[in-house]
């Protein structure tokens, strides 16, 4: 336990967000437009039926748009940082440490996707600037059948 993070903070780790979201075709086509990705497995509907999917399939890093909760600005810490990564520090400023993102199987049109958002870890470390807090985020995305779909570890950087 790091003697620097109070035990308030503590209690958090382990605490579990969840969420639902239900993917539909629409969003497939225009995250794999945003992004540049052109195969018809995205796009186009008949190709898509004539594969062992039958129906659209999200590009791999599709679940990265349900890491975070939609929160409405006003509702967002003053740093503008996500809600997950919202706990009780003495810093005001956020920014990413660095994160692992893995995939196991594909996202297609119709699923229902559930994300489990758990604080994993909080711990200090002193910088150049002061003491620096790292908050570690593990968000898992699983399909209607549970199935995990993808798994993102990050590391959040807080300082004042």
Request: charge should be negative; proline fraction near 7%.
């Amino acid at each position: 336990m790091d003697s620097k993070v109070s035990p308030e903070v503590f209690a958090l780790i382990g605490v579990e967000k969840i969420r639902q979201y239900e993917v539909t075709k629409r969003d497939i086509k225009r995250f794999a437009q945003a992004i540049g990705e052109t195969s018809p497995l995205h796009f186009n509907e008949d190709y898509a039926r004539s594969t062992k999917y039958g129906t659209l399939v999200a590009p791999p890093l599709f679940c990265q748009t349900f890491i975070f909760e939609d929160v409405p600005p006003d509702q967002l810490p003053d740093d503008g940082s996500p809600v997950e990564i919202d706990v009780p520090v003495p810093a005001q400023r956020t920014v990413g440490g660095g994160s692992c993102y893995e995939i196991f199987c594909p996202v297609a049109a119709g699923d229902t996707i559930t994300v489990k958002s758990t604080l994993k870890d909080v711990f200090t470390k002193e910088g150049r600037s002061g003491r620096l807090y790292f908050i570690v985020v593990e968000t898992a995305c699983f399909n209607q059948k549970n199935e995990l779909v993808a798994r993102e570890t990050a590391t959040y950087i807080k300082r004042a």
